[in-house]
């Protein structure tokens, strides 16, 4: 079945830039997606189609694809972006998330 | 705006049939798909399948033996039934607006708030 690898965790000093990688076999030919889940709340779309932003996302979240990797990146990272991330991608026959990355901003 | 709410049993015993309700309000049901989702205490997200406003389903491989997703656009509803529950299904369980194309290139936009399911005797 198809698998999408985030790493389990990632940290990033108030203001510096925060990346997140989802890897996963021809990534780049499909669009990739991004939540932001908090602690107790539902998941938030940061990032559709690769790298668009939904209305009331802050332009610090970006996101791009190819080949094999997608990447969300945070610029000038908030103390309230510390959350976990999913990707997500459609494989040819189900929604396929990746195992989610804990971001810590410390 | 759109909001989802899920509703139904907190407790359900094993072996027996999980049933879940996610009412819509703020928008129409038409021309969407519908999801639900689950994520185990502590664990990722999982997808269990997805309907049409109009009815035609698609349901996840690793589960869609167990799985039946039913929608009444009448009430702006639409429904999980999922049988022969075991303690790995529990989870909290969303329900959320599908967007993008389906198949192909599915994404969630709305998310209801979520509600815990324990599978126990």
């Known amino acids: 079945s198809y698998e999408l690898t985030q790493p389990p965790s990632v940290s990033v000093s108030p203001g510096q830039t925060a990346t997140i990688t989802c890897s996963g076999d021809?990534?780049?030919?499909?669009?990739a997606y991004w939540y932001q889940q908090k602690p107790g709340q539902s998941p938030v779309l940061v990032i559709y189609?690769?790298?668009k932003r939904p209305s009331g996302i802050p332009e610090r979240f970006s996101g791009s694809n190819s080949g094999s990797t997608a990447t969300l990146t945070i610029s000038g990272t908030q103390a309230m972006d510390e959350a976990d991330y999913y990707c997500?991608?459609?494989?040819?026959?189900?929604?396929?998330f990746g195992g989610g990355t804990k971001l810590t901003v410390l | 705006q759109v909001q989802l709410q899920e509703s139904g049993p907190g407790l359900v015993k094993p072996s027996e049939t999980l049933s879940l309700m996610c009412t819509v309000s703020?928008?129409?049901?038409?021309?969407?798909?519908w999801s639900w989702i689950r994520q185990p205490p502590g664990k990722g997200l999982e997808w269990i399948g997805c309907?049409?406003?109009?009815?035609?389903?698609n349901y996840n491989p690793s589960l869609k033996s167990r799985v039946t997703i039913s929608v009444d656009t009448s009430k702006n509803q639409f429904s999980l039934k999922l049988s022969s529950a075991t303690a790995a299904d529990t989870a909290v369980y969303y329900c959320?607006?599908?967007?993008?194309?389906?198949?192909?290139?599915?994404?969630?936009?709305?998310w209801g708030l979520g509600t815990l399911v324990t599978v126990s005797s």
């Open positions: 703020g928008g129409s049901m038409n021309n969407y798909y």
């Open positions: 959320a607006r599908q967007a993008g194309t389906m198949p192909g290139a599915p994404y969630f936009d709305y």
């Open positions: 189609q690769d790298f």
């Open positions: 997500q991608a459609w494989d040819s026959t189900t929604v396929v």
């Open positions: 021809t990534l780049g030919n499909n669009f």
């Open positions: 309907i049409y406003y109009s009815g035609s389903t």
